[in-house]
């Protein structure tokens, strides 16, 4: 390679290797934050629960610290609707597989 075609080589590797520090550093700021979506403490989805084809009710809390609520949303394609508003409470607990709950009712039925 010669002298006039290795200095843009140069700059097009030094560019690429920069690529990956700026989004590292971006990741790492507020503004990145934001953009990404894991701003932590200002919305967070708490629990949702499909209720048809692209339909679905959300639990999702909004604020922080004192501040906190809880939105209660219907969310369709077109639209997002406050159902209601809540205080925050504790965590809502995992959804118990059916294979649990149809053992839980043959307990009971037997005894």
Same mark, same amino acid.
Request: glycine fraction near 8%; avoid cysteine.
């Given at each position: 390679?010669?002298?006039?075609?290795?200095?843009?080589?140069?700059?097009?590797?030094?560019?690429?290797?920069?690529?990956?520090?700026?989004?590292?550093?971006?990741?790492?700021?507020?503004?990145?934050?934001?953009?990404?979506? @894991?701003?932590?403490?200002? $919305?967070?989805?708490? &629990?949702?629960? *499909?209720?048809? !084809?692209?339909?679905?009710? /959300?639990?999702?809390?909004?604020?922080?610290?004192?501040?906190?609520?809880?939105?209660?949303?219907?969310?369709?394609?077109?639209?997002? @609707?406050?159902?209601?508003? $809540?205080?925050?409470? &504790?965590?809502? *607990?995992?959804? !118990?597989?059916?294979?649990? /709950?149809?053992?839980?009712?043959?307990?009971?039925?037997?005894?």
């Amino acid at each position: 390679m010669n002298a006039s075609g290795l200095l843009p080589f140069l700059w097009f590797l030094a560019i690429v290797a920069m690529i990956p520090v700026a989004l590292w550093l971006l990741k790492r700021t507020p503004y990145g934050r934001a953009m990404s979506g @894991t701003s932590p403490g200002l $919305l967070r989805v708490v &629990a949702q629960l *499909p209720t048809g !084809a692209n339909q679905r009710v /959300l639990i999702v809390e909004v604020g922080s610290g004192d501040a906190r609520q809880w939105l209660v949303l219907g969310v369709t394609p077109q639209q997002i @609707t406050t159902l209601h508003t $809540l205080a925050p409470q &504790a965590e809502p *607990p995992s959804p !118990a597989s059916f294979a649990k /709950l149809l053992g839980q009712k043959l307990e009971r039925s037997d005894a």
